[in-house]
């Protein structure tokens, strides 16, 4: 199961039946779960742990130092989950102790070529991020979002759940949940709704994330009272609550 050109440290934790591919090079510290193959001419850095039933693809670059200057060498961590495809030459760095010290990749991501993922980076589960998506350090995205390929998207910047980023999106704000966006800078067009069927979203549910993005972009209200009215909603309307809580953790302002 692992090539014979394949170099991996003494100190690795390699699960019985991973798969690692030719020249591939495996640094200390990195852990690697039941499953998981790795291709060939993949380099992991440590200290990094990988889940299990991976797919790491030929030529990525996995577990590397941030790409930050304030960098001075410390033991920070890349942390990914299980099931996530991840396919040719993808680099994804390891957090900074300015932060949470860790990268984050969740579970059952669809990760493709050239995708760039930073320092400090948390990505939640059933995401898709397509080729050549890169994100700057600190951004944070949720469950079930998709960025379109060349999306770039700006540090600190928060994506919500279902958000729906088009293709060579430009993103310097927040995304709310349900919100697509595209063109650069990013702009709303409306919801995600054909994500939130297939998703399992009622009609119903559909028709209230509707309605709260209507107040929310096509009432000319200010923020703080589109906020009040979403409030409202909210107390019979769970997914509305959700839009309400990104709200107040933005950080950024949101694309409006």
């Known amino acids: 199961m692992i090539h014979q050109t394949a170099i991996i440290d003494p100190a690795a934790k390699i699960a019985d039946n991973v798969e690692i591919g030719a020249y591939s090079i495996i640094g200390a510290d990195v852990e690697i779960g039941e499953g998981t193959v790795v291709g060939s001419h993949v380099v992991i850095k440590g200290p990094t742990r990988i889940g299990k039933e991976n797919h790491i693809y030929q030529f990525s ?102 958000a729906f980023l088009g293709f060579d999106s430009g993103l310097h704000q927040d995304v709310p949940p349900y919100v697509t966006v595209a063109q650069n800078p990013a702009k709303p067009y409306g919801i995600n709704s054909e994500g939130l069927r297939r998703r399992g979203f009622t009609p119903e549910q559909v028709r209230n994330i509707k309605k709260a993005y209507r107040i929310l972009y096509r009432s000319n209200l200010k923020l703080d009272e589109a906020r009040e009215q979403l409030l409202t909603m909210a107390k019979d309307a769970s997914e509305v609550q959700v839009l309400v809580d990104f709200l107040e953790q933005s950080s950024r302002g949101i694309v409006r």
Not at 108 to 137: P, Q, T
């Open 61 to 162: 670059s996995i577990g590397e130092a941030p790409q930050d200057k304030k960098y001075a060498g410390e033991p920070t961590l890349l942390e990914i989950g299980d099931r996530n495809t991840i396919r040719e030459f993808c680099t994804f760095n390891r957090g900074t102790v300015q932060d949470i010290g860790t990268t984050k990749l969740g579970n059952d991501n669809w990760v493709m070529a050239y995708v760039h993922i930073a320092h400090d980076c948390v990505i939640g589960n059933n995401c898709i991020l397509a080729n050549n998506a890169a994100l700057a350090g600190h951004v944070i995205v949720g469950d079930w979002v998709i960025c379109g390929g060349y999306s770039k998207i700006h540090q600190f910047c928060k994506i919500g759940d279902h």
